[in-house]
């Protein structure tokens, strides 16, 4: 870096000081030279795909395998609309995403004429963006570019959210002036700090309430992992000796081999001794698990909830009916490591929702088996990267169990269908474990075909792909199943065709043999699972059964 610079090649240098590699994106003529800077021999790997939707997905992916920051680069307007549902989705989930879109410049926009790409006005786009970012600007002055960018991305990593920076084109090359402090400075991003007297005293309430509860849980949600404090939160449930649940957002930031690790909790639809311990307890304490009707089972939280929880998330603790604000998850938690709290012993047993094991395996698949199906082999090939799509798939994969060398990762919450396959290349890319995607037809046909770049960038997922011919989870549901059917396509000619490895299913015998066939496949393999037209997951059916109980509740009341 030097005092005087390039716009682009400042964003260039800004990004690889801070330690940026990759960068995924699509080029138009309003980016195209900030999209060459990037790629600039010795510069960013530039990850590119065929539609914007799976770049933002794959770099969501990236961010939320390495725990580092996605970079995007797109075009302006019909890139950056693209692009606006996986941003949404990482908004949501706390994923720190960096958006980088061109624009058209200061000439054109004196032209009197609507300019290619554009919607409604040249700022509609930055508008939009302002709504799924925790910061964004339009990079326009060049006494405050440094600063402006350096503040958004600052933004992204205190609150793990993504940013938008928007750059018209006319500026990528103009001169711009770097603080001295900017030049001397390690590239090393602030966490979030919290008010000492605020956390010592949450802590202090916390232990109290703790050392007088005969039978506490914990209960571990997603911030865990984005704010990195899940080391310590292993090492807090070990100290307690309390047993421990991962929220469905969070499924993966707890080893879910861990002796202390109950499952996942679904709230009404746990399973049963889940449900029932989590019930049970006097005392809940959730760190970093953000209150969504997924979260905690699709119901408002009551107020008995409230009343025997201690609920960390979001930079503030609720200890039941008190808040602390300005106390991060990561100090609370080492706060609390370093105090004295009353340890216990419990027998704790993980609990799933599938039944026993087939007697034989050569009959018709159904869901429950291909989900233990992946189990077992996951047993023999642990440094997977179980990725699962939105729809049955999302509730199926609560029951994966993967090993503390793997990796587990879904849109638990704003669950988008299009997310696995792209979102699986990107995590690939990022940590170079092997990705087992777990999908339905219809997440596939969304965006499934960005499989075809896996070889180009190093990639060889495996997609386990449930063919049930249609959006089959809302069939329970449904009256008009018309409306639900999707064309037929074959998935396993379809893997051959684009340059991988097809292979099509319909027993338990030949999934068990496909499975172990795809591992020694050194390229990408589609398996193509035939199950029935109404056969679900038991998560989902146990979904789908509570909430058409709810609507009939909700309509005689
Ligand atoms: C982008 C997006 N559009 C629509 C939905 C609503 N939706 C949720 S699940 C689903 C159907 C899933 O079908 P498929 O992938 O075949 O899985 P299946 O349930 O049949 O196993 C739909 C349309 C969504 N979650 N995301
Ligand atoms: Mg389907």
Known sequence: MQTRMKLGDFLVAYLEKIGISHLFGIPGDLVINLFFKFGRRRGLKIITLSHEPGVGFAADGYARATGRIGAICVTYGAGGHNMVNPVAASFAERVPILVISGGPGEEERKLGVLIHHQAKEIESQYRIYREVTCAAKVIDDPLRAATDIDEVIRAIWLHQQPGYLEIHRDMVDREIRVPKEMIAWDGALPQPQSDRRKLDEAVRETVERFNRAKNPIILVGIESYRFKAAKEIIALVEKTGAPCCA???????????????????????????????????????????????????????????????????????????????????????????????????????????LGKPPAHLERPLRVADVLREINYF??????????????????????????????????????????????????????????????????????????????????????????????????????????????????????????GVGIRVETVAELRRALTNAAQSSSFVIIEAMTGYRDLSPVSVKYIRASAKRALKSAQS
């Open 247 to 353: 929220s469905v957002l969070a499924k993966g930031a707890f080893p879910m081999n861990h002796p202390q690790y109950l499952g996942v909790y679904l709230g009404g639809i746990s399973p049963p001794r889940i449900r029932k311990r989590v019930e049970d307890a006097d005392l809940i304490v959730a760190l970093g698990t953000l209150l969504t009707d997924i979260e905690i089972g699709g119901r408002a939280p009551s107020e008995a909830l409230r009343d025997r929880s201690i609920w960390a998330v979001d930079n503030r603790v609720n200890v039941s009916f008190h808040t602390y604000t300005n106390v991060t998850l990561k100090e609370f938690v080492g706060g609390l490591l370093k105090a004295n709290l009353k340890s216990r012993r419990e027998k704790i047993i993980y609990s799933d929702n």
């Open 378 to 499: 996951l047993v023999g090939h642990k440094k997977m990267l179980v990725v699962t799509e939105s729809g049955d798939s999302l509730f199926g994969g609560l029951d994966i169990k993967v090993g503390d060398d793997g990796l587990y990762l879904a849109q638990g919450f704003y669950a988008s269908m299009g997310f696995a396959v792209p979102g699986a290349l990107g995590a690939q890319i990022g940590t170079g474990l092997r990705p087992l995607i777990l999908t339905g037809d219809g997440g596939f046909q969304m965006t499934g075909i960005e499989i075809v770049h896996a070889p180009r960038h190093g990639c060889n997922p495996i997609v386990l792909l449930v063919n049930n011919g249609g959006w089959g989870i809302f069939r329970p549901v449904a009256k008009q199943h018309d409306l639900l059917a999707l064309p037929s396509m074959r998935y396993a000619d379809l893997g051959v065709l684009w340059g």
